[in-house]
Antibody
Framework: QVQLQESGPGLVKPSQTLSLTCTVSGGSSSSGNYYCSWIRQRPGKGLEWIGYISHSGGTYYNPSLKSRLTISVDTSKNQFSLRLSSVTAADTAVYYC???????????????WGQGTLVTVSS | QSVLTQPPSMSAAPGQKVTISCSGSSSNIGNNYVSWYQQLPGTAPKLLIYDNNKRPSGIPDRFSGSKSGTSATLGITGLQTGDEADYYCGTWDSGLSAGGVFGGGTKLTVL
């Protein structure tokens, strides 16, 4: 059973950079069709896909966040990270990491999720 | 405004059946597989349905999924009070701003 756990500061000041790490344990995600992904949920709102990274470091970002976003991976530690720069109050959300299955031909789903971590942007 | 359209809320009595719709376009649902997620209050989403109609291990067969054209449907039979949750559809959008997309979510109340 794959388990994911987010970690990072719960409070970030406006204009600063939000940084989170996801630690993955259990199961096997070595298939080229598995990716590490981030999703967020603003208070009282729906889910928003942020982006994903492959084990080899290839990334794909939500176009609306691309200019501020960096996702990286450290396979030696079974961790992947999110950095979102120049944050505003609109970036306040619960941030989830999840394992993504994706394959050419339209396959795309998140089969395991972390518990989520609330990040508040406030001075 | 979400790319995929779901009814904001639905309600039904225990034991009844409910269907939750998810409407999209040819760039998303029309040409890609749909997944469904259940989010119980205060918890992370959980995968309910993938590849339009497949259930992960451990998901009861009371939950079913289907897709036709640019719309998808989640069905839940034999409703239980424990099914009260938010339900989201998701897929890949191959359009100009390609990426993962979700519906706005449907809050299901089991009366």
């Amino acid at each position: 059973q794959v388990q994911l756990q987010e970690s990072g500061p719960g409070l970030v000041k406006p204009s600063q950079t939000l940084s989170l790490t996801c630690t993955v344990s259990g199961g096997s995600s070595s298939s080229g069709n598995y990716y590490c992904s981030w999703i967020r949920q603003r208070p009282g709102k729906g889910l928003e896909w942020i982006g994903y990274i492959s084990h080899s470091g290839g990334t794909y970002y939500n176009p609306s966040l691309k200019s501020r976003l960096t996702i990286s991976v450290d396979t030696s530690k079974n961790q992947f990270s999110l950095r979102l720069s120049s944050v505003t109050a609109a970036d306040t959300a619960v941030y989830y990491c999840a394992r993504l299955y994706s394959k050419a031909g339209g396959w795309f789903y998140f089969d395991f999720w972390g518990q989520g971590t609330l990040v508040t942007v406030s001075s | 405004q979400s790319v995929l359209t779901q009814p904001p809320s639905m309600s039904a009595a225990p034991g009844q059946k409910v269907t939750i719709s998810c409407s999209g376009s040819s760039s998303n649902i029309g040409n890609n597989y749909v997944s469904w997620y259940q989010q119980l209050p205060g918890t992370a989403p959980k995968l309910l349905i993938y590849d339009n109609n497949k259930r992960p291990s451990g998901i009861p067969d009371r939950f079913s999924g289907s897709k036709s054209g640019t719309s998808a449907t989640l069905g839940i039979t034999g409703l239980q009070t424990g099914d009260e949750a938010d339900y989201y559809c998701g897929t890949w959008d191959s359009g100009l701003s390609a990426g993962g997309v979700f519906g706005g979510g449907t809050k299901l109340t089991v009366l």
